[in-house]
């Protein structure tokens, strides 16, 4: 069983955009993507602690956007060495 105070180490992995000035690309998302797939698969196996979700509506010109991004905190006995800050 999982137990938060085995948790020394938090990595925070944002999948989406957070800034209405700055998208992110797809290649940006499917590489957040594919480092959160690694964290929660490879040794050391990292557990998700949290999730945060936002969203926000942007009105460009007459048309409006909604701008996603989740954002996870997978956590870790320690840092992996793989792992850059």
């Not at 290649?27 to 993507?33: L, Q, T």
Request: glycine share 8%.
């Amino acid at each position: 069983m999982f137990d938060l105070t085995d948790v020394g180490y938090i990595k925070r992995i944002v999948v989406g955009s957070t800034d209405p000035e700055k998208l992110a690309s797809e290649e940006e998302a499917r590489s957040a993507a594919d480092l959160l797939n690694r964290c929660l698969a490879g040794p050391p196996r990292g557990r998700i602690v949290g999730i945060e979700k936002t969203f926000t509506l942007l009105n460009i010109g007459e048309h409006q956007v909604v701008l996603q991004c989740m954002i996870y905190h997978v956590g870790f006995a320690r840092r992996p060495h793989w792992l850059e800050e």
